[in-house]
């Protein structure tokens, strides 16, 4: 089973509103990592927020973390149609660990 | 800076044949990653490179992957006898540090077995 999930498999908004997609995870982690995927390119890293973070910002972005439930959640607010991507949590389980482990992703559309 | 770059982009292959895929880390990280994405599968870690050592291969198939870093600008990833399973999308990333705290990613080589 997957150490790090997304919850759904897709999301549809429309242009101007907020999105929000969730993460389990099933290890202990030093920190947690969400990256964003757009057609025909690699992940890009949008926030790293370590384990004694609640809360990080990157602009429109917003990345939660709590460690109790392990979970986490990554909202954007006022989506653009470049937004659409597939949106991937990520984890590295343990102290000293390399190997990112990744969620299945959670594909969003946002459409005009 | 350029990013993680890969080649090629494309590689079309028939079954049986090797191919070869090469990835240029970006200057100065430390770590180099290769990662095989299908879309059943997902992102699924093949191995790792510490300073150019290969300190992690447990996701590589073991008869007919390797992967080796000759040099701090590249890595290459060889499939041997390839198979339609192993078509997939295969990415390089690179990272400044040991952690994996933060991975750069290239564009990726599709490889397609016919």
């Not at chain 2, 070869?20 to 430390?30: A, D, K, R, V, Y």
């Not at chain 2, 490179?49 to 890595?75: L, T, V, W």
């Not at chain 2, 399973?85 to 991975?103: E, I, P, R």
Request: charged fraction near 20%; aromatic fraction near 8%; include cysteine.
């Amino acid at each position: 089973s997957q150490l790090a999930e997304e919850n759904l498999w897709a999301l549809s908004v429309h242009e101007g509103e907020s999105v929000t997609v969730n993460c389990s995870y099933k290890t202990s982690i030093t920190a947690l990592q969400w990256y964003r995927q757009k057609s025909g390119e690699g992940p890009a890293q949008l926030i790293l927020i370590r384990s004694n973070e609640r809360e990080k910002r990157n602009g429109r972005l917003r990345a939660t973390l709590d460690t109790s439930s392990q979970s986490s959640s990554l909202s954007i607010t006022a989506t653009r149609c470049e937004d659409t991507a597939v949106y991937f949590c990520a984890t590295v389980p343990g102290t000293g660990g390399y190997k990112v482990v990744f969620g299945s992703g959670t594909r969003l559309l946002v459409s005009p | 800076n350029a990013g993680v770059i890969q080649t090629p982009r494309h590689k079309v292959t028939g079954k049986g044949q090797e191919a070869t895929l090469w990835c240029e880390p970006i200057s100065g990280h430390s770590a180099v990653f290769w990662y095989r994405q299908t879309i059943v599968q997902g992102l699924e870690f093949l191995t790792y490179f510490r300073n150019q050592a290969p300190i992690d291969d447990s996701g590589m198939p073991k008869e007919r992957f390797s992967a080796q870093m000759p040099n701090q600008s590249h890595s290459t990833l060889k499939i041997q006898s390839t198979q339609p399973q192993d078509s997939a999308v295969y990415l390089c990333a690179s990272s400044l540090d040991y952690s994996g705290n933060t991975l750069y990613f290239g564009e990726g080589s599709r490889l397609i077995v016919v």
